[in-house]
């Protein structure tokens, strides 16, 4: 799903024959929408899970807690952000028969996780690697090195037809691979000390809402929103 002032993509993942199911980044504004999706399709919620803590947008996963019960946000304890559940780097999230596999790659923020899935055939990668991109380093203890680090180490080792669906994309791209990225990706093909130095001189502006959302998504993920 997706939401388009942030460009933020939002993934539903179920199981069939259980009926339990994980959001992955949900966002505020479409957090209705994606409670009214899960209860079509006869789902039941068990997380609101986020990859990191978002600067561009603020998270749906408090929202979700009230319209869903039973509902449990969660994030890596290393965001510092505040949720029912933190994780830490190879914890699984189980849902029906199948599990996400927790990967710690930090970088663009100090508390980003990759999701992969327990077969490896598909890899939510949040604002650590976007298709032929990757998140930016400047703020909320970036790093470029560690970034390039997490992706060759974390991400880039698993196999080459493994999905790669990222948190966000500009420019119309919905899905890619790790084969692709590993030899396509225009950033994280360089060697690190070239990505350093391209990282380094990237002069983006201010995420436009970075001033309000991220106070709001560290305390968001176990909040009661406004009736």
Known sequence: ???????????????????????????????????QLVTELGLRLLYAVNTHCHADHITGSGLLRSLLPGCQSVISRLSGAQADIHIEDGDPIHFGRFALETRASPGHTAGCVTFVLDDHSMAFTGDTLLIRGCGRTDFQQGCAKTLYHSVHEKIFTLPGNCLIYPAHDYHGLTVST??????????????????????????????????????????????????
């Not at 939002?10 to 505020?28: H, Q, W």
């Not at 990706?185 to 000390?193: I, Q, V």
Request: negative net charge; charged residues 25%.
């Open 1 to 35: 799903m997706f939401e388009p002032k942030s460009c933020t993509y939002t993934y539903l993942l179920g199981d069939r024959e259980s009926r339990e199911a994980i959001l992955i980044d949900p966002v505020l504004e479409t957090a209705h929408r994606d409670a």
């Open 178 to 227: 790790v084969e692709e990225e590993r030899t396509l990706n225009p950033r994280l093909t360089l060697s690190c000390e070239e990505f350093v130095k391209v990282m380094g001189k990237l002069n983006l502006p201010k995420p436009q809402q970075i001033d309000f959302a991220v106070p709001a998504n560290m305390r968001c993920g176990i909040q009661t929103p406004p009736s």
